[in-house]
Protein backbone atom coordinates (compact mmCIF):
# COMPACT_ATOMS: atom_id res chain seq x y z
CA UNK A 1 0.00 0.00 0.00
CA UNK A 2 0.98 3.40 -0.37
CA UNK A 3 2.11 5.22 2.68
CA UNK A 4 0.81 8.81 3.41
CA UNK A 5 4.71 9.43 4.47
CA UNK A 6 6.24 12.62 3.11
CA UNK A 7 9.58 11.92 2.30
CA UNK A 8 10.69 15.81 1.67
CA UNK A 9 12.52 17.42 4.93
CA UNK A 10 11.74 21.44 4.99
CA UNK A 11 15.39 22.39 3.99
CA UNK A 12 15.25 20.56 1.01
CA UNK A 13 13.08 24.13 0.35
CA UNK A 14 15.77 26.20 0.78
CA UNK A 15 17.78 26.79 -2.76
CA UNK A 16 21.07 27.43 -1.34
CA UNK A 17 20.92 23.47 1.05
CA UNK A 18 19.48 21.70 -2.78
CA UNK A 19 22.44 23.19 -4.59
CA UNK A 20 24.66 21.95 -1.88
CA UNK A 21 23.08 18.11 -1.39
CA UNK A 22 22.83 18.45 -5.02
CA UNK A 23 26.69 19.15 -5.51
CA UNK A 24 27.28 15.99 -3.23
CA UNK A 25 25.65 13.66 -4.61
CA UNK A 26 26.45 14.53 -8.46
CA UNK A 27 29.94 14.61 -6.90
CA UNK A 28 29.88 10.92 -5.88
CA UNK A 29 27.71 9.60 -8.57
CA UNK A 30 31.01 10.39 -10.55
CA UNK A 31 32.74 8.32 -9.23
CA UNK A 32 34.81 4.80 -10.99
CA UNK A 33 32.23 2.16 -10.90
CA UNK A 34 33.55 -1.02 -8.40
CA UNK A 35 31.96 -3.70 -10.56
CA UNK A 36 32.42 -2.77 -14.25
CA UNK A 37 29.75 -5.63 -15.84
CA UNK A 38 27.05 -3.42 -13.85
CA UNK A 39 24.69 -6.85 -14.45
CA UNK A 40 21.65 -7.52 -11.90
CA UNK A 41 20.95 -11.32 -11.51
CA UNK A 42 18.43 -11.80 -9.25
CA UNK A 43 15.91 -14.20 -8.10
CA UNK A 44 12.07 -13.52 -9.28
CA UNK A 45 10.08 -11.56 -7.01
CA UNK A 46 7.13 -13.29 -5.07
CA UNK A 47 3.91 -11.75 -5.46
CA UNK A 48 2.19 -9.87 -2.17
CA UNK A 49 3.91 -7.69 0.15
CA UNK A 50 7.50 -7.35 0.28
CA UNK A 51 9.95 -5.53 3.25
CA UNK A 52 13.38 -4.34 2.30
CA UNK A 53 16.24 -4.44 5.00
CA UNK A 54 20.03 -3.43 4.76
CA UNK A 55 22.55 -4.56 7.05
CA UNK A 56 26.53 -3.49 6.58
CA UNK A 57 27.53 -6.71 8.56
CA UNK A 58 25.99 -10.02 9.41
CA UNK A 59 26.90 -9.05 13.08
CA UNK A 60 24.88 -5.46 12.90
CA UNK A 61 21.86 -7.60 11.21
CA UNK A 62 21.23 -9.66 14.68
CA UNK A 63 18.53 -6.80 16.03
CA UNK A 64 16.70 -6.87 12.16
CA UNK A 65 16.72 -10.16 11.79
CA UNK A 66 14.56 -11.05 15.01
CA UNK A 67 12.38 -7.92 13.21
CA UNK A 68 12.06 -9.82 10.30
CA UNK A 69 11.24 -12.98 11.85
CA UNK A 70 8.10 -11.09 13.60
CA UNK A 71 7.06 -9.35 10.22
CA UNK A 72 7.33 -12.64 8.45
CA UNK A 73 5.15 -14.91 11.03
CA UNK A 74 3.16 -12.66 12.33
CA UNK A 75 2.36 -10.10 9.19
CA UNK A 76 2.92 -12.73 6.36
CA UNK A 77 5.40 -10.42 4.29
CA UNK A 78 8.70 -11.57 2.46
CA UNK A 79 11.73 -9.60 3.73
CA UNK A 80 14.36 -8.97 1.64
CA UNK A 81 17.70 -8.65 2.90
CA UNK A 82 20.41 -6.69 1.47
CA UNK A 83 24.10 -7.73 3.59
CA UNK A 84 27.35 -8.55 2.07
CA UNK A 85 27.57 -11.45 4.61
CA UNK A 86 25.83 -14.59 4.94
CA UNK A 87 23.31 -14.75 7.61
CA UNK A 88 20.71 -17.30 9.09
CA UNK A 89 18.17 -18.08 6.54
CA UNK A 90 14.56 -18.73 6.97
CA UNK A 91 11.11 -19.38 5.16
CA UNK A 92 10.27 -15.76 3.86
CA UNK A 93 13.61 -14.06 4.09
CA UNK A 94 15.43 -13.97 1.40
CA UNK A 95 19.48 -12.52 1.15
CA UNK A 96 21.16 -11.04 -1.69
CA UNK A 97 24.28 -8.66 -1.27
CA UNK A 98 23.54 -4.93 -1.97
CA UNK A 99 23.39 -3.55 -5.96
CA UNK A 100 26.42 -0.98 -5.99
CA UNK A 101 25.33 2.34 -5.23
CA UNK A 102 25.20 4.06 -8.46
CA UNK A 103 21.67 6.20 -9.81
CA UNK A 104 21.10 3.03 -12.65
CA UNK A 105 21.69 -0.02 -10.29
CA UNK A 106 19.62 1.59 -7.73
CA UNK A 107 16.86 2.25 -10.24
CA UNK A 108 16.82 -1.57 -11.42
CA UNK A 109 17.07 -2.76 -7.55
CA UNK A 110 13.73 -0.93 -6.57
CA UNK A 111 12.09 -1.44 -10.16
CA UNK A 112 12.69 -4.99 -9.28
CA UNK A 113 11.68 -5.43 -5.76
CA UNK A 114 8.87 -2.38 -5.36
CA UNK A 115 9.28 -2.72 -1.31
CA UNK A 116 6.74 -0.53 0.75
CA UNK A 117 9.70 0.46 3.21
CA UNK A 118 13.26 0.78 3.65
CA UNK A 119 14.72 -0.36 7.35
CA UNK A 120 18.86 0.33 7.39
CA UNK A 121 20.65 -0.46 10.66
CA UNK A 122 23.71 0.16 12.51
CA UNK A 123 24.37 3.68 10.46
CA UNK A 124 25.82 2.82 6.93
CA UNK A 125 24.18 4.87 4.12
CA UNK A 126 24.17 4.16 0.71
CA UNK A 127 23.64 7.98 -0.92
CA UNK A 128 22.31 7.04 -4.48
CA UNK A 129 19.69 4.20 -3.35
CA UNK A 130 18.49 6.56 -0.70
CA UNK A 131 17.86 9.43 -3.16
CA UNK A 132 16.80 7.41 -5.77
CA UNK A 133 13.82 5.77 -2.51
CA UNK A 134 13.20 9.29 -1.19
CA UNK A 135 12.27 10.26 -4.83
CA UNK A 136 10.16 7.54 -5.18
CA UNK A 137 8.01 8.11 -1.88
CA UNK A 138 9.45 5.46 0.00
CA UNK A 139 9.38 5.28 3.62
CA UNK A 140 12.54 5.24 5.33
CA UNK A 141 14.05 4.37 9.24
CA UNK A 142 17.10 3.88 10.88
CA UNK A 143 17.25 0.74 13.33
CA UNK A 144 20.09 -0.02 15.64
CA UNK A 145 21.58 3.34 14.70
CA UNK A 146 25.33 3.89 15.99
CA UNK A 147 26.41 6.30 13.97
CA UNK A 148 25.81 7.39 9.86
CA UNK A 149 28.53 6.75 7.88
CA UNK A 150 28.76 6.91 3.87
CA UNK A 151 30.42 3.66 2.65
CA UNK A 152 33.00 3.00 4.00
CA UNK A 153 34.99 2.81 0.62
CA UNK A 154 33.83 5.69 -1.16
CA UNK A 155 36.74 8.17 -0.29
CA UNK A 156 36.29 11.62 -0.94
CA UNK A 157 34.80 15.48 -0.86
CA UNK A 158 31.16 15.13 -1.01
CA UNK A 159 29.73 18.43 0.21
CA UNK A 160 26.08 18.03 1.92
CA UNK A 161 25.76 14.76 1.38
CA UNK A 162 25.43 12.75 4.34
CA UNK A 163 22.63 15.70 5.63
CA UNK A 164 20.73 14.59 2.33
CA UNK A 165 21.16 10.93 3.00
CA UNK A 166 19.62 11.04 6.14
CA UNK A 167 17.06 13.68 5.81
CA UNK A 168 15.23 11.14 3.87
CA UNK A 169 14.74 8.84 7.10
CA UNK A 170 11.49 9.63 9.12
CA UNK A 171 12.55 7.68 12.26
CA UNK A 172 15.73 7.30 13.08
CA UNK A 173 15.75 5.02 16.39
CA UNK A 174 19.68 5.26 17.80
CA UNK A 175 21.02 2.76 20.53
CA UNK A 176 21.58 5.35 23.37
CA UNK A 177 21.73 9.54 23.40
CA UNK A 178 25.75 9.33 22.12
CA UNK A 179 24.52 7.67 18.75
CA UNK A 180 21.78 10.25 18.66
CA UNK A 181 23.45 12.84 18.81
CA UNK A 182 25.55 11.80 16.20
CA UNK A 183 22.90 11.47 13.46
CA UNK A 184 21.55 15.06 14.67
CA UNK A 185 25.23 15.99 14.16
CA UNK A 186 25.32 14.35 10.55
CA UNK A 187 22.32 16.71 9.42
CA UNK A 188 19.62 14.20 10.31
CA UNK A 189 16.13 16.18 11.03
CA UNK A 190 15.66 16.97 14.60
CA UNK A 191 12.14 15.44 15.20
CA UNK A 192 13.04 12.03 13.29
CA UNK A 193 16.07 11.28 15.93
CA UNK A 194 14.89 9.22 19.18
CA UNK A 195 17.30 7.42 21.70
CA UNK A 196 15.46 3.91 21.84
CA UNK A 197 18.40 1.25 22.37
CA UNK A 198 18.94 -1.76 20.93
CA UNK A 199 16.22 -4.15 18.88
CA UNK A 200 16.20 -7.72 20.80
CA UNK A 201 18.65 -10.26 18.81
CA UNK A 202 17.56 -13.86 18.05
CA UNK A 203 17.74 -15.81 20.49
CA UNK A 204 21.39 -17.03 21.05
CA UNK A 205 20.33 -20.05 23.21
CA UNK A 206 21.46 -23.54 21.62
CA UNK A 207 19.39 -26.47 22.57
CA UNK A 208 20.66 -29.88 24.72
CA UNK A 209 18.95 -33.18 25.61
CA UNK A 210 17.90 -32.39 29.26
CA UNK A 211 18.57 -35.96 29.94
CA UNK A 212 22.14 -35.63 29.39
CA UNK A 213 22.50 -32.48 30.81
CA UNK A 214 20.62 -34.11 33.80
CA UNK A 215 23.25 -36.76 34.21
CA UNK A 216 26.70 -35.31 33.71
CA UNK A 217 25.32 -32.37 36.31
CA UNK A 218 24.44 -35.41 38.67
CA UNK A 219 28.14 -36.84 37.81
CA UNK A 220 30.20 -33.34 38.08
CA UNK A 221 28.12 -32.54 41.19
CA UNK A 222 29.66 -29.29 42.90
CA UNK A 223 32.79 -29.50 40.96
CA UNK A 224 33.90 -26.40 39.64
CA UNK A 225 33.82 -26.19 35.49
CA UNK A 226 35.28 -24.03 33.08
CA UNK A 227 35.06 -24.38 29.19
CA UNK A 228 37.26 -23.24 26.40
CA UNK A 229 34.96 -23.12 23.46
CA UNK A 230 36.06 -23.17 19.74
CA UNK A 231 39.96 -23.57 20.55
CA UNK A 232 42.37 -23.45 18.15
CA UNK A 233 45.66 -25.02 18.30
CA UNK A 234 47.61 -21.79 18.96
CA UNK A 235 45.48 -21.11 22.49
CA UNK A 236 46.08 -24.71 23.44
CA UNK A 237 49.06 -23.90 25.79
CA UNK A 238 47.89 -20.81 27.24
CA UNK A 239 44.22 -22.55 28.22
CA UNK A 240 46.32 -25.74 30.01
CA UNK A 241 48.71 -23.49 31.71
CA UNK A 242 45.64 -21.16 32.78
CA UNK A 243 44.16 -24.31 34.05
CA UNK A 244 47.13 -25.45 36.13
CA UNK A 245 47.25 -22.06 37.86
CA UNK A 246 43.83 -22.22 38.72
CA UNK A 247 44.13 -25.87 40.04
CA UNK A 248 46.56 -23.98 42.74
CA UNK A 249 42.84 -22.64 43.96
CA UNK A 250 41.04 -25.54 42.85
CA UNK A 251 42.17 -28.95 42.66
CA UNK A 252 38.81 -30.29 41.37
CA UNK A 253 38.49 -27.96 38.94
CA UNK A 254 37.68 -29.61 35.52
CA UNK A 255 38.52 -28.04 31.91
CA UNK A 256 36.20 -28.86 28.80
CA UNK A 257 37.81 -27.80 25.87
CA UNK A 258 35.60 -27.70 22.63
CA UNK A 259 38.33 -27.84 19.60
CA UNK A 260 37.95 -25.27 16.67
CA UNK A 261 38.66 -27.70 14.78
CA UNK A 262 37.54 -31.57 15.53
CA UNK A 263 40.74 -33.24 14.48
CA UNK A 264 41.90 -31.90 17.07
CA UNK A 265 40.50 -33.42 19.73
CA UNK A 266 42.23 -36.84 19.83
CA UNK A 267 45.95 -35.78 19.79
CA UNK A 268 44.84 -33.13 21.92
CA UNK A 269 44.38 -35.72 24.87
CA UNK A 270 46.59 -37.69 23.82
CA UNK A 271 49.55 -35.20 24.06
CA UNK A 272 47.89 -33.67 27.44
CA UNK A 273 47.72 -37.31 28.64
CA UNK A 274 51.54 -38.93 27.39
CA UNK A 275 53.51 -35.92 27.81
CA UNK A 276 52.16 -33.32 30.14
CA UNK A 277 50.62 -36.32 32.33
CA UNK A 278 47.31 -34.50 32.48
CA UNK A 279 43.83 -37.13 33.51
CA UNK A 280 41.72 -36.67 29.92
CA UNK A 281 38.34 -38.12 28.85
CA UNK A 282 37.29 -38.11 25.24
CA UNK A 283 33.50 -37.10 24.82
CA UNK A 284 34.61 -39.19 21.18
CA UNK A 285 35.61 -42.44 22.86
CA UNK A 286 32.53 -42.28 25.03
CA UNK A 287 34.27 -41.28 28.59
CA UNK A 288 32.99 -39.49 31.15
CA UNK A 289 34.07 -36.56 33.29
CA UNK A 290 34.34 -38.87 36.38
CA UNK A 291 35.92 -37.47 39.47
CA UNK A 292 39.65 -37.93 38.68
CA UNK A 293 39.50 -36.37 35.25
CA UNK A 294 41.33 -33.15 34.79
CA UNK A 295 40.68 -32.01 31.19
CA UNK A 296 37.81 -33.84 29.60
CA UNK A 297 37.77 -33.00 25.68
CA UNK A 298 34.55 -32.34 23.69
CA UNK A 299 34.21 -34.09 20.22
CA UNK A 300 34.50 -30.62 18.38
CA UNK A 301 31.65 -27.84 18.72
CA UNK A 302 29.04 -30.16 18.06
CA UNK A 303 27.03 -29.93 21.76
CA UNK A 304 28.14 -26.22 22.87
CA UNK A 305 24.33 -26.19 24.42
CA UNK A 306 25.18 -28.89 26.77
CA UNK A 307 28.85 -27.84 27.57
CA UNK A 308 27.74 -24.04 27.99
CA UNK A 309 25.08 -25.40 30.51
CA UNK A 310 27.56 -26.92 32.55
CA UNK A 311 30.40 -24.51 32.49
CA UNK A 312 29.76 -21.40 34.57
CA UNK A 313 32.83 -20.29 33.08
CA UNK A 314 33.26 -19.83 28.82
CA UNK A 315 36.99 -18.43 27.50
CA UNK A 316 36.36 -17.98 23.73
CA UNK A 317 38.55 -19.68 21.81
CA UNK A 318 39.95 -17.75 18.91
CA UNK A 319 40.22 -13.94 21.13
CA UNK A 320 43.47 -14.82 22.42
CA UNK A 321 46.59 -16.22 19.93
CA UNK A 322 44.32 -17.17 17.14
CA UNK A 323 42.57 -15.37 14.31
CA UNK A 324 39.96 -14.04 16.19
CA UNK A 325 36.92 -15.27 17.76
CA UNK A 326 35.03 -18.28 16.29
CA UNK A 327 31.75 -18.60 18.32
CA UNK A 328 29.17 -15.26 19.23
CA UNK A 329 29.64 -14.77 22.55
CA UNK A 330 25.68 -14.21 23.13
CA UNK A 331 25.35 -18.60 23.01
CA UNK A 332 27.15 -18.00 26.46
CA UNK A 333 25.49 -15.20 27.86
CA UNK A 334 21.73 -16.50 26.71
CA UNK A 335 23.16 -19.70 29.20
CA UNK A 336 24.39 -17.84 32.07
CA UNK A 337 27.93 -18.64 31.89
CA UNK A 338 30.59 -16.02 32.41
CA UNK A 339 32.45 -15.07 29.19
CA UNK A 340 36.20 -14.27 28.86
CA UNK A 341 37.78 -13.19 25.55
CA UNK A 342 41.12 -12.22 24.55
CA UNK A 343 41.97 -8.66 22.23
CA UNK A 344 41.23 -10.45 18.91
CA UNK A 345 37.41 -10.81 19.07
CA UNK A 346 36.60 -11.64 15.70
CA UNK A 347 33.69 -10.18 13.51
CA UNK A 348 32.20 -10.20 17.08
CA UNK A 349 33.99 -6.93 18.07
CA UNK A 350 30.69 -4.47 18.56
CA UNK A 351 28.95 -7.80 20.79
CA UNK A 352 32.58 -7.84 23.06
CA UNK A 353 32.17 -4.04 23.09
CA UNK A 354 28.42 -4.10 24.49
CA UNK A 355 29.40 -6.99 26.93
CA UNK A 356 32.24 -4.56 27.95
CA UNK A 357 30.73 -2.13 28.45
CA UNK A 358 28.30 -3.34 30.62
CA UNK A 359 30.70 -5.46 33.11
CA UNK A 360 29.15 -8.54 31.34
CA UNK A 361 32.68 -10.07 30.39
CA UNK A 362 36.25 -10.23 31.15
CA UNK A 363 39.09 -8.96 28.99
CA UNK A 364 42.47 -10.86 28.82
CA UNK A 365 45.39 -10.17 27.19
CA UNK A 366 47.57 -13.23 27.87
CA UNK A 367 47.93 -16.97 29.50
CA UNK A 368 48.79 -15.37 32.90
CA UNK A 369 46.24 -12.93 32.50
CA UNK A 370 43.97 -15.91 31.72
CA UNK A 371 44.41 -17.88 34.61
CA UNK A 372 44.34 -14.86 37.17
CA UNK A 373 40.86 -13.86 35.69
CA UNK A 374 39.48 -17.66 36.13
CA UNK A 375 41.22 -18.06 39.45
CA UNK A 376 39.15 -14.77 40.35
CA UNK A 377 35.95 -16.32 39.02
CA UNK A 378 35.91 -19.28 40.76
CA UNK A 379 34.73 -17.36 43.39
CA UNK A 380 30.87 -18.17 42.53
CA UNK A 381 29.54 -14.98 43.29
CA UNK A 382 31.84 -13.36 41.15
CA UNK A 383 31.30 -15.24 38.00
CA UNK A 384 27.19 -15.27 39.27
CA UNK A 385 27.26 -11.48 38.74
CA UNK A 386 29.30 -11.75 35.31
CA UNK A 387 26.85 -14.50 33.89
CA UNK A 388 23.65 -12.33 35.42
CA UNK A 389 24.95 -9.29 33.42
CA UNK A 390 25.93 -10.85 30.34
CA UNK A 391 22.54 -12.71 30.42
CA UNK A 392 20.75 -9.56 30.68
CA UNK A 393 22.63 -8.10 27.67
CA UNK A 394 21.69 -11.32 25.63
CA UNK A 395 17.87 -10.86 26.55
CA UNK A 396 17.12 -6.84 26.32
CA UNK A 397 15.66 -5.90 23.12
CA UNK A 398 12.19 -6.81 23.59
CA UNK A 399 10.19 -3.50 24.24
CA UNK A 400 12.05 -1.45 21.15
CA UNK A 401 11.72 -4.47 18.96
CA UNK A 402 7.59 -4.52 19.56
CA UNK A 403 7.70 -0.55 18.96
CA UNK A 404 9.48 -0.80 15.87
CA UNK A 405 7.07 -3.69 14.81
CA UNK A 406 4.41 -1.49 15.42
CA UNK A 407 5.69 1.51 13.52
CA UNK A 408 6.45 -0.35 10.47
CA UNK A 409 2.97 -1.28 10.31
CA UNK A 410 1.31 1.91 10.89
CA UNK A 411 3.64 3.60 8.35
CA UNK A 412 2.95 0.69 5.99
CA UNK A 413 -0.77 0.25 6.29
CA UNK A 414 -1.26 4.24 5.67
CA UNK A 415 -0.45 6.00 9.18
CA UNK A 416 1.93 8.87 9.59
Known amino acids: MKSRWDPSPKSFGNPTVNMVHSLGLTLYNMRPRRDPSGGHVWPERLAGRLIWMHSPTAEAARGVLELAARLIEEDG ?28 DARAFLDHWRPEIAIFCDGELRPALLHEASERGLPLLMVDGRAPYVLKDRDGWYPGLMRSALQGFSHIMAIDEVAARAFRKGGAALSAVAATGRMEECSAALPCLEAERAALAKLLATRPVWLAVGLPEAEESAVILAHRAAQSLAHRLLLIIAPQDPARAEPLARRLADDEGWVVAERAEDQEP ?44 ALGSAILYGPRPGPFGATFGRLGAARAARAVGSAVDLGEALSDLLSPDRAARLAQSAWMVASDGAEVTEATVGMVRKITKGGT
Open 290 to 333: DPEVEVFVADGMAELGLWYRLAPITFMGGSLAGQGCVRNPMEPA
Open 77 to 104: VTVLLTCVDPVPLRPGLIRLPPPEDRPG
